[in-house]
Structure formats: structure tokens, C-alpha cells
């Protein structure tokens, strides 16, 4: 069993920046690889970031650039360090795992980047 917390959300302008985090339960973290999903009001959930246990990181086109994903395995966290916000990124913001063939979500954290 893996929990994983989300905070950091919250309101800011369009430009500017915000870190979230996701704190993960389990002595595996370290091999956990671990991802950023979002999902705004009436779509779909779509992915956004991942982080692999050896660091490897990839990005939605849609946030790269802007976006950065990072851990720290000793606080058992990973990051997602948000640029250059934009309207379009309002979404509640979800991290993911999956560990033996099953994922893991938190319980989501809100973005709201006014127009």
C-alpha cells in the first residue's frame, strides 16, 4: 500500500510561479517511479510530468519548459515546479505511482491561474 499526499496548490497570477508537492508513504519510494497528472473541469485527466527512480524526467509538451519534476528521496517527495503559468493551467493537480501493478493516487491539489 503506497499513500501519497499533494500540497502546495493555490491561487496565483498568470506568469507566475508555484511548487507542488507529493509526499509518498513506503521505505520503496526510491524505486517508485513517479508522475504529475492534471485534470481541468470537464476534461479528461491527462498526464504531465514523470520522474524515473534513476531521475530520468519527461514532459507534456504542453508544460515543457515551464514545468520541472524533481524528488528527493530522503523526504520521501517529489516536486513540481510550475513557470510561467497560464490560464489553461488551471487544473486540480494529481501524483501517481504504481507499484506492483497497481497505481496509486493522491488526493489532489487545485491550481487556479486566473484569466
Known amino acids: 500500500q503506497v499513500r501519497l499526499v499533494e500540497s502546495g496548490g493555490g491561487l496565483v497570477q498568470a506568469g507566475g510561479s508555484l511548487t507542488l508537492s507529493c509526499a509518498a508513504s513506503?521505505?520503496?519510494?526510491?524505486?517508485?517511479?513517479m508522475a504529475w497528472h492534471r485534470q481541468a473541469p470537464g476534461n479528461q485527466r491527462e498526464w504531465v510530468a514523470t520522474?524515473?527512480?534513476?531521475?530520468?524526467?519527461n514532459y507534456a509538451d504542453s508544460v515543457k519548459g515551464r514545468f520541472t519534476i524533481s524528488r528527493d528521496n530522503a523526504k520521501n517527495t517529489v516536486y513540481l515546479q510550475m513557470n510561467s503559468l497560464k490560464p489553461e493551467d488551471t487544473a486540480v493537480y494529481y501524483c501517481?505511482?504504481?507499484?506492483?501493478?497497481?497505481?496509486?493516487w493522491g488526493q489532489g491539489t487545485q491550481v487556479t491561474v486566473p484569466s
Open positions: 513506503g521505505s520503496g519510494f526510491r524505486l517508485y517511479t
Open positions: 501517481k505511482t504504481r507499484w506492483y501493478s497497481t497505481d496509486y
Open positions: 520522474i524515473t527512480s534513476a531521475g530520468s524526467t
